[in-house]
């Protein structure tokens, strides 16, 4: 009788020390994922599959804004003409001129490339350009252009994607890609190298925001 209680016992204490093991740990797996609102231009799509990846090993949930002022983190390529906040560099790119693979276009001196934008190059080509606020089109204009005037013929894309199917499917086309929404079926005549990729906060980050940012410097 007596094995029999001790027995009795001890599988008790083992019963109870299992279900306190198991509320204990209940709430860390229960608990609600933090969310951070993200404002990401077209052009850094590639970097905003990245930070869905690393949200999902900070057990965060992305969801997009479309106003910068609302957003943890703002990812964009090259640097603001005025910063005011936190900026961390989480990769480069390059800014590429780009034509149709079948224009006569070759490789292009600054001069130019910057006349050809300007419109006093050959007037069978179309030139395409993005909206003057795109973060694309700031680092075009401050190292091709350099305070010039793209030319009023030129047609704006709306996005890089739009951008690369022009590229590959109208001749004597010319454009501006980043390297990443590079095409084979298109090449490149002029490059602007080391451009920084930036995130972007409003405040110092910590906690999951600064878990994520170091993530994507990784």
């Known amino acids: 009788m007596r094995m029999l209680k001790r027995t009795g016992l001890s599988l008790l204490l083992l019963a109870i020390g299992f279900l306190a093991s198991c509320s204990t740990n209940t709430p860390l797996a229960s608990r609600t994922p933090q969310v951070v609102s993200v404002y990401s231009s077209s052009a850094t799509q590639p970097w905003r599959t990245e930070l869905y990846n690393c949200a999902a090993e900070a057990s965060a949930v992305i969801r997009l804004s479309e106003s910068i002022s609302d957003a943890n983190i703002r990812l964009q390529i090259g640097e603001p003409e005025f910063l005011s906040t936190f900026a961390y560099q989480i990769d480069s790119e390059e800014i590429l001129i780009v034509t149709n693979h ?4 070759q490789n292009l001196t600054l001069d130019e490339a910057r006349a050809l934008f300007e419109g006093l190059g050959d007037p069978s080509v179309q030139v395409w350009v993005y909206s003057s606020d795109g ?13 010039r005037s793209v030319t009023s013929s030129a047609k704006v894309a709306v996005s890089p994607q739009q951008m690369s199917d022009v590229l590959v499917n109208q001749p004597n086309t010319v454009g501006i890609l980043p390297r990443h929404w590079k095409t084979g079926d298109a090449r490149f005549v002029y490059t602007i190298p080391n451009v920084p990729v930036l995130a972007i906060t409003q405040s110092e980050p910590n906690g999951v925001i600064n878990q994520l940012i170091g993530c994507l410097q990784k």
Request: glycine residues 6%; charged residues 25%.
């Open 102 to 105: 079948q224009s006569p276009i």
């Open 135 to 147: 973060d694309v089109q700031k680092v075009f204009d401050q190292f091709v252009m350099k305070g």
